[in-house]
């Protein structure tokens, strides 16, 4: 199981608050689940315009196998924004 440590968001650059992960949507097949996902700050609700995703199925051996997962991407880009 490809398990990843994530780096914190970085405080809102506009007001200081914390950001957080929404899920935004949901969705499911017999393949696998997925979300659609925004940063989003607690204070100011300013967000990130692109929604990202991860996708996640159960492989073989019965591990969580991620078959796509921008999250590491999704907290880069949101650390950008200073
Ligand atoms: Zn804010």
């Known amino acids: 199981m490809n398990r990843k440590t994530l ?3 970085k405080p809102c650059p506009f007001c200081g608050s914390k950001a957080r992960f929404i899920a935004a949507t949901h969705n ?9 996902f ?3 700050c607690t204070g100011c609700d300013m967000q ?10 159960l492989d ?23």
């Open 38 to 40: 925004e940063i989003c």
């Open 60 to 82: 073989r051996d019965g591990n969580i196998e991620f078959t796509r997962d921008d999250r590491e991407l999704a907290v880069s880009e949101w650390n950008r924004r200073r």
């Open 7 to 9: 780096k914190p968001l």
């Open 48 to 57: 990130l315009p692109e929604r990202y995703k991860i996708e996640f199925c």
């Open 28 to 36: 499911s097949s017999r393949d696998g689940v997925g979300f659609d």
